[in-house]
């Protein structure tokens, strides 16, 4: 958490209308967005994490610093990388979370769902790389989680 004083606060609002519909209503001013040397302050953190977990709406410079900083580390992308950086970024993503919309399901509320499910997903992968650790293993980077015939992890 990085506060800067005077700054004003963000706003984001979610409106669901009576039929479904949803809009997700933003004021970010940019002091309240991450800054490349926010991220280096976090680097031994980010340096030591076994797990990471990116949030792509932040700017692209604070995105690859923390990308940068967690390479080694299991980057699970929140979100779809520009097109600027999509290469750089999927190459060094281990899993990306990504909403794309399958069918014309109405939904009628996703108020934090998206980021209930990357704690989730980044939750369930790195409990199946513990299982899949060597037994007496002193390493700190996981190893790639076992799969069941199925594809999904344990």
Wanted: aromatic content about 2%; charged content about 25%.
């Amino acid at each position: 958490m990085v506060r800067r004083e005077g700054a004003r606060t963000g706003l984001i609002v979610d409106v669901v209308d009576g039929d479904g519909r949803w809009r997700y209503l933003e004021d970010l001013p940019p002091p309240v967005l991450l800054t490349e040397a926010d991220v280096a302050a976090a680097g031994p953190l980010l340096r030591d994490a076994l797990w990471t977990a990116v949030q792509l709406q932040q700017p692209p410079e604070a995105v690859r610093a923390a990308v940068g900083l967690a390479r080694g580390n299991r980057i699970v992308l929140d979100g779809a990388p520009s097109e600027d950086d999509r290469d750089e970024l999927l190459a060094a993503a281990f899993a990306v979370r990504a909403v794309v919309p399958l069918d014309e399901t109405p939904v009628a509320d996703t108020t934090g769902a998206g980021d209930a499910l990357t704690a989730a997903l980044v939750a369930a992968l790195a409990r199946g790389s513990r299982r899949s650790a060597p037994s007496g293993s002193r390493s700190r980077r996981p190893a790639p989680p076992s799969a069941t015939p199925e594809g999904v992890p344990p």
